[in-house]
Nanobody, 115 residues
């Protein structure tokens, strides 16, 4: 059973930065693309970013220019660098392997952006 473990969340002021990490129990991209999602209590989980083994990346429009997804195959890890954070970025962030419909999820890490 593949396991994903996120870390790096915390409390940050608006305009600040955080880097989230997701370590897998096996090689990344083994089940396809990797990605990050986020969720606020009572709301649907929102797709944030995707990265493929070939290096293709894509982002939801609200984070373009501020967030960067990357991967390190040797460490079986993907990252989400978040710059210029806004209060509306506050959410639990989840790592995903293989897509939202049939993939594997991590446990989530909480990001709180507040003055």
């Amino acid at each position: 059973q593949v396991q994903l473990v996120e870390s790096g969340g915390g409390l940050v002021q608006p305009g600040g930065s955080l880097r989230l990490s997701c370590v897998t129990s096996g090689s990344i991209f083994g089940r396809g693309a990797m990605g990050w999602y986020r969720q606020v209590p009572g709301k649907e989980r929102e797709w944030v970013a995707t990265i493929t083994s070939g290096g293709f990346t894509d982002y939801v429009s609200s984070v373009k220019g501020r967030f960067t997804i990357s991967s390190d195959n040797a460490k079986n890890t993907i990252y989400l660098r978040m710059n210029n954070l806004k209060t509306e970025d506050t959410a639990v962030y989840y790592c995903n392997m293989g897509g939202a419909a049939y993939g594997v999820w991590g446990q989530g890490t909480l990001v709180t952006v507040s003055s």
